[in-house]
């Protein structure tokens, strides 16, 4: 408890905290992502991933909750984080100069907001399917069932990404996350110790590499389902 305490007092704690909670989420983001990639594998496979999920509550739920708590510390120590710096610099640069700072830690801020916002909408649009109007297909996402009588999450996804509009945002909203995260990541190594003369370029180099990964795999769904993919498997 004295240990959380002083995380929670210090600045170097809070980035700490800042650090270990995104790292946690990045690890979640790429999971989801391995998860979601099985729409190419064909209906079975994504129906019957997404019912196992859906059917046992004793990972759902402590997965949930965990992720809740993941980002609500997240977005409370970025917030506190901004606050304590901003008071220490209570006089605004006259010219407003960066040299070293890059484009994505400038708007880390404005990338969390813009990433907060699509989960919002994602989780509207994916896992409550309401309101109905959201998805643009005219259709109801919780009434699509498999011949098993799963939910159909596959025709949901391959409904929900035909809509071109809904496609675009997914797609600009997961390059934004992946600016947040290279810059997330780089942030890691650099509260670990490690980002130091020697190891810069290669951390660098793992950052962006992990970000594009992440962008190609997750773009990669509404991309090939504006192509076509999936057309004919739900008719
Ligand atoms: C194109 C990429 C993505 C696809 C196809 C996708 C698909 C899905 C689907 C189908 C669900 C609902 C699962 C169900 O209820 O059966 C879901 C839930 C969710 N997604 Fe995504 N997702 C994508 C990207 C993302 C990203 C980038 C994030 C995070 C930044 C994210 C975070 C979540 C979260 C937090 C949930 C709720 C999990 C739960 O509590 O049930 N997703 N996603």
């Excluded at 240990?3 to 650090?19: D, E, I, P, T, V």
């Excluded at 643009?136 to 809509?163: I, K, N, P, T, W």
């Excluded at 970000?211 to 999936?230: D, E, K």
Aim: proline share 4%.
């Amino acid at each position: 408890m004295e240990l959380a305490n002083r995380l929670w007092r210090s600045s170097l704690g809070k980035k700490y905290l800042m650090a270990l909670s995104g790292c946690a989420l990045f690890l979640f983001v790429v999971g989801h992502m391995i998860g979601n990639l099985q729409v190419f594998l064909g209906p079975e496979a994504l129906n019957r991933y997404a019912h196992f999920l859906q059917s046992t509550p004793e990972i759902l739920w402590p997965a949930r909750l965990g992720l809740l708590a993941l980002v609500t510390l997240h977005v409370v120590t970025a917030i506190r984080l901004w606050a304590e710096n901003r008071a220490a610099r209570p006089v605004a640069y006259s010219t407003y100069t960066p040299i070293e700072a890059s484009y994505a830690s400038r708007t880390m801020v404005v990338s969390g907001v813009i990433v907060a916002a699509f989960i919002v909408f994602h989780l509207l649009h994916f896992t409550l399917q309401k309101p109905v109007g959201l998805n643009l297909s005219g259709q109801d996402f919780a009434q699509l069932h498999d011949a098993h009588q799963r939910h159909d999450v596959f025709r949901m996804v391959v409904v929900g990404f035909q809509q071109a509009p809904v496609s675009i945002f997914y797609i600009a909203a997961v390059g934004l996350l992946c600016l947040h995260l290279r810059h997330g990541l780089q942030a890691w190594f650099q509260s670990l110790g490690l980002r130091n003369e020697a190891w810069r370029r290669p951390i660098d180099t793992l950052a962006w590499v992990a970000a594009a990964v992440v962008f190609l795999g997750n773009s990669s769904i509404p991309v090939g389902i504006l192509l076509g993919f999936g057309k004919d498997m739900v008719k």
